[in-house]
């Protein structure tokens, strides 16, 4: 038996099943300044460091900053694939490929978090209401929405089957089922959205529908929506036909990132076995609170609808059940070839005992040193969603969004000049700071 060759194939594995971060660096300095064209820029320049198992990830990475830029054509394209992909990658995903038993979750195909499955859709609302389309954008808003429906029971078959398994490999394997069920059905910005579009059609009805599917989001779901409602949201249906309606929606923030924590499972005779885990973390947004001011001398505040980061963790949580069961087995797997080695090694003799106690220590070695969490996760969606209107008589009108942090210092704002609004029609201005 030729070791060299065995030590050397772990050792590329290994490697292969890392993945580089180094090339945000750039990336994430244009964030930070606000330059969003710059940013999509550095990235496509980056592109060849996503791996093949990494294209969701660039594509969700593209298509949000595509959209913050203004190029919205190209980040519809680039959302659409990634929508594309995380169907894909997410099939194969429950086929439970072997390769994740052996080595960790980083050689499979990255499925995408179920918040950016959601939420694609709502910036590919957006990109089709910037483009001219609103029957394109209330198409995402329903997709958004279908989505939702099922988010709770996605993963049940896989849970149950992981369960039977774990159960099969060790009863050391604590397991909490109240842990992994998930308290997010609807989205209130996502009904916001859809309020707004179909107010902006003309469809009174669907879009008071959607106006009360907004209160029925905070009513039903208050661990997600701690905060009260927009006070501007009943305003939204309240519109004079020969006046006209400015609404404002602003991102601040950016979306969590994931850490590795690391446990030790019990496996009987003082032993213990390594699991890695992902776990999602917030960042910090120095926003505190944002308002519109015109020219006129008018002004609203733009409300908290959607704490996006919130709901990220939330919906995370389901899925981390499944990781953790998948890891156990994997880790119980991993210990019980380390304990058939040790094993065959005292019952043989010389060079062959020799030679089965250097294996077990290898797949020790090889079990603790591949047992990596996947920490995987697109970096640019925003970690909160804002908005406020207010109505106005039709015109040209100039005015200012200003971001404000804890002290109330002003951190951001953008000026949009001699703006027309219309009476019935749709009059929605997007604006973002992601610090």
Request: net charge negative; glycine share 6%.
């Amino acid at each position: 038996m030729h070791r060299f060759p065995i030590l050397l194939s772990v050792t590329v594995i290994l490697l292969f099943s890392c993945a580089s971060t180094g090339h945000y660096d750039k990336v994430d300095s244009a964030v930070a300044r606000g330059d969003y064209a710059d940013a999509y820029a550095k990235l496509e320049d980056s592109k060849s460091s996503y791996r093949n198992n990494d294209q969701v990830l660039y594509y969700l990475d593209a298509g949000m900053l595509a959209h913050y830029a203004g190029d919205y054509e190209t980040s519809s394209q680039r959302l659409q694939s990634g929508e594309q992909a995380i169907e894909r990658a997410f099939t194969k995903s429950i086929t439970m490929e072997i390769g994740t038993y052996l080595v960790n979750d980083m050689t499979q195909e990255y499925a995408g978090e179920d918040y950016e499955d959601i939420y694609l859709n709502a910036f590919n609302a957006l990109n089709y209401y910037h483009r001219g389309s609103l029957e394109g954008a209330l198409v995402e808003v329903r997709r958004m929405n279908n989505k939702l429906q099922y988010i709770s029971t996605k993963y049940g078959t896989m849970i149950t089957n992981l369960q039977r398994e774990a159960l099969e490999s060790s009863s050391e394997i604590p397991y909490d089922p109240a842990a992994v069920t998930v308290h997010f059905s609807n989205s209130a910005l996502g009904r916001y959205l859809g309020m707004l579009f179909y107010r902006g059609e003309g469809h009174w009805d669907d879009a008071r529908i959607d106006r009360d599917q907004v209160k029925l989001a905070f009513a039903n779901q208050p661990d997600l929506y701690p905060f009260p409602l927009p006070a501007s949201l009943d305003g939204e249906l309240d519109v004079p036909r020969d006046k006209a309606r400015l609404n404002v929606i602003g991102f601040s923030g950016l979306s969590p990132v994931k850490v590795e924590e690391t446990l030790r499972l019990p496996i009987g005779n003082s032993s213990y076995v390594k699991i890695a885990l992902p776990v999602m973390v917030s960042r910090t947004s120095a926003v505190q609170r944002a308002e519109v001011v015109l020219d006129t001398g008018e002004y609203f505040p733009l409300e908290l609808i959607e704490d996006i980061d919130a709901v990220a963790r939330e919906t995370f949580k389901q899925k981390a059940g499944m990781i953790y069961l998948k890891s156990s087995i994997r880790a119980m797997t991993k210990a019980g070839a380390s304990a058939v080695f040790d094993q065959q090694s005292k019952k043989s003799n010389g060079n062959e005992s020799a030679l089965f106690m250097l294996l077990s220590l290898g797949t020790q070695i090889y079990a603790e040193a591949s047992e990596q969490a996947d920490l995987r996760i697109s970096r640019y969606f925003p970690g909160k969603a804002l908005v406020g209107g207010i109505t106005l008589d039709p015109g040209v009108y100039s005015y200012t969004v200003n971001f404000y942090d804890f002290r109330n210092h002003l951190i951001f704002q953008e000026r949009f000049e001699n703006q027309e609004l219309y009476a019935s029609r749709l009059n929605l201005t997007e604006v973002v700071c992601l610090n």
